[in-house]
C-alpha cells in the first residue's frame, strides 16, 4: 500500500499564490506518474498536471502559464505551483499516483485531497 498526503492548501485572494505539496509513503517500490486532480462542487473531478518519471509533463489549458508541476523523486513527492489564481480555481486538489510494486502489479493510488479557495 502507498499513502498520499497533500499539504499547503488554503484560503488565497485572485491573482494570489499557493504551493501544494504531496508526498509518498509506505511500501514504494516504483513511482511512475504523479498527477494533481481537483474536483470543484457539482462538477467532475479533473486532471490539472501530471508528471512522469522522466519528468514528461501535461497541463489542462486553463492552468498553462500559470501552474507549474515538479517533482523530487528522492522525497517521493510532488509538488504544485499555483500563481495568478482565478476563482474558478477552487476546488479540492487532489494527489495522484501510477505505481508498480515489485512484483510488477500496477496501481493508483489517491490522496485525501487539500482545499483551494480563491476568493477576496
Known amino acids: 500500500q502507498v499513502q498520499l498526503v497533500e499539504s499547503g492548501g488554503g484560503l488565497v485572494q485572485p491573482g494570489g499564490s499557493l504551493r501544494l505539496s504531496c508526498a509518498a509513503s509506505?511500501?514504494?517500490?516504483?513511482?511512475?506518474?504523479m498527477g494533481w486532480y481537483r474536483q470543484a462542487p457539482g462538477k467532475q473531478r479533473e486532471l490539472v498536471a501530471t508528471?512522469?518519471?522522466?519528468?514528461?509533463?501535461n497541463y489542462r489549458d486553463s492552468v498553462k502559464d500559470r501552474f507549474t508541476i515538479s517533482r523530487d523523486n528522492a522525497k517521493n513527492t510532488v509538488y504544485l505551483q499555483m500563481n495568478s489564481l482565478k476563482p474558478e480555481d477552487t476546488a479540492k486538489y487532489y494527489c495522484?499516483?501510477?505505481?508498480?510494486?515489485?512484483?510488477?502489479?500496477?496501481?493508483?493510488?489517491w490522496g485525501q485531497g487539500t482545499q483551494v479557495t480563491v476568493s477576496s
Open positions: 495522484n499516483t501510477d505505481h508498480q510494486s515489485s512484483r510488477g502489479f500496477r496501481a493508483t493510488y
Open positions: 509506505g511500501n514504494i517500490f516504483v513511482i511512475r506518474a
Open positions: 508528471i512522469s518519471s522522466g519528468g514528461s509533463i
